[in-house]
C-alpha cells in the first residue's frame, strides 16, 4: 500500500460508513489509522493493520494489499491461499496441481482467470503470445478509449478504476493524469497480476493452451507513471470513502458480475464528484451464479416492452442518479481469449457520465 495514497485518499471503515449514511447530520467515521508495528519502505507498507478509531475494527494489510471490505476475516477466510501463492512456481508444479484437482476447484479456477485477463490486460506487449482467432488483447483498453472518445484531458482530482482486474486499464488512466490513480478489485489473484506490473515492470501468468495445459508467459510492461498508482483490496458495493472523493471513475465489464449493480451504481456516484466523468461499459451477460435474478438489470423476463431493455433500464437508473450521458457507444467489441482454439466476443455498451452538464457537447 502506498503510503501517498493511504493518506491522499483517507479510507474510513465500510461499516462505519454505511451506519453513518444512514443519518449523514452527523459527522463522517474518521479515518482508518495505520498502527505503528508494520512492516514498510519509505513509501509503501508491506504488511501491517489498518484500525478504524470509532469501532475499532482492524483491516489487515497483506504483501502490500489494504483488505478494506465489511468483513476482512470472512473474506480472508475463502481468499488466504492466494495471498500465499508465490507467483513463480515451476511450470512442472503448476501442470501437476492442474491436472491433480478438480476442474472446477480453486487452482485451475484461478489458473483459468489469470490466463483470460492477464492476455487480455499484457498480450499486446513484446513478448506475449500472438493472437489467435479473432482474439485481440487490449480489449478494456478499447472499452476505455471508446468511453473517453472526445475527452481531451481528465478533470483534476484522483482517479478510481473499479473492478480494476489486473490493472491495465488503471495504468492507462495513469497516463491521461497527474493525480493519484486507485484500482480496486476483490479478486486477490488479478490483483497480484496487477502489483507485479506496478513493482517489477513485468507480469508472469498462465496462458491456456487446450484443455487444463497451460505454458508460463513472462512479458515485461513498460508502463508510463507507475509511481501514481496502487491497488487495494475493495468491494465497490460498499466503498471505504467519503462522498466526491474521485474526479474520474471507471467500471469496465463490472456491473454484471456483482450481486447488486444498483447498488454498485449509488456508491460509484456517491463518491464521484459533480464535475467528475464516469466510464462505464457492461455486456449484460447476466448470471446467477454472480448476480441474483432480482438484482439483474433488464433481461430477465424473455422478450421485453422496449422501455424494459437492459439498456432503457440502464439510463433510468443513470438519470434518477443524477448522471448526464456524454458518450453512448451501445455496442463495442471485446473479445476474450478462452484458449488457442476458443473466443468470447462480448458487445459491451459504453457509457461516459457525468454529474455536471458541463461537458455536454
Known sequence: MRLAHFEALSPRCPTCLARWREDVTASPPAPLRLLPQSNRTVRDVVAGVLRCPECESGYPIIDGLPILVTDPARFLSDQLVYTLLPQDWPVELQGWLSGALSQSGWFPTMQRHLSTYGWDHYGDNAGAAAAVADAQPGGVLACLDAGLDGIHSLPKGAVLDAGCACGRATFALAERTDALVLGLDVSIPLLRLAQQALREGRVT?????????????????????????????????????????????????????????????????????????????????????????????????????????????????????????????????????????????????????????????
Request: glycine share 6%; net charge neutral; aromatic share 8%.
Open 205 to 361: 501468468y498462465p496462458l491456456r493452451d487446450i484443455g487444463n495445459s497451460f505454458n508460463i508467459q513472462t512479458v515485461a510492461v513498460p508502463l508510463l507513471r507507475r509511481d501514481s498508482v496502487d491497488f487495494w483490496v475493495a468491494d465497490i458495493h460498499h466503498p471505504p470513502f467519503l462522498p466526491a472523493s474521485f474526479a474520474c471513475l471507471a467500471a469496465l465489464n463490472l456491473l454484471d458480475c456483482l450481486a447488486d449493480p444498483l447498488q454498485a451504481l449509488r456508491a460509484m456516484r456517491e463518491i464521484s464528484t459533480d464535475g467528475g466523468l464516469t466510464v462505464l461499459s457492461i455486456p449484460y451477460d447476466w448470471g446467477e451464479a454472480a448476480t441474483p435474478m432480482s438484482k439483474w438489470i433488464g433481461g430477465s423476463k424473455g422478450d421485453v416492452p422496449p422501455d424494459c431493455a437492459p439498456e432503457s433500464v440502464l439510463r433510468k437508473y443513470i438519470t434518477e442518479l443524477g448522471w448526464h450521458v456524454l458518450n453512448d457507444v451501445p455496442r463495442h467489441p471485446w473479445r476474450l481469449r478462452i484458449h488457442r482454439r476458443s473466443t468470447v466476443c462480448y458487445d459491451s455498451h459504453v457509457l461516459l457520465l457525468s454529474g455536471s452538464t458541463a461537458f455536454l457537447r
